[in-house]
């Protein structure tokens, strides 16, 4: 079993920037493959970025490339999102999740584990 509490959320102007955590217990969390997913209001959950047990392999969605970096602390077992150069379009529910599957990571689905997410907003 893995429980995940993500914060850092909140209120930002455009261009600013935030560092989402998730804190995560149970004993799997430095073996598991961990993401960040969003979902806007109307919209479906996306992904966002992910990072492999190890932190040595990220991946991240193209339009948050270059602004967004994954990091992982497994003695803390903490993962990162650093959050610059924030837009508008990036409002969302923040979600972070633990998979123990090495690949598809973009995919939802193969997430065993969920936080219950933070707001993350961006104006204009």
């Known amino acids: 079993q893995v429980q995940l509490v993500e914060s850092g959320g909140g209120l930002v102007q455009a261009g600013g920037s935030l560092r989402l955590s998730c804190a995560a217990s149970?004993?799997?969390?430095?073996?598991?493959?961990m993401g960040w997913f969003r979902q806007a209001p109307g919209k479906e959950r996306e992904f966002v970025s992910a990072?492999?047990?190890?932190?040595?392999?990220?991946y991240y969605t193209d339009s948050v490339k270059g602004r967004f970096t994954i990091s992982r602390d497994n003695a803390k077992n903490t993962v990162y999102l650093q959050m610059n150069r924030l837009k508008p379009e990036d409002t969302a529910v923040y979600y972070c999740a633990a998979a123990s599957v090495v690949r598809g990571l973009w995919v939802p689905e193969v997430y065993d584990y969920w936080g219950p997410g933070t707001q993350v907003t961006v104006s204009s």
């Open positions: 990072i492999n047990w190890s932190g040595g392999n990220t």
């Open positions: 149970g004993r799997t969390f430095s073996s598991s493959a």
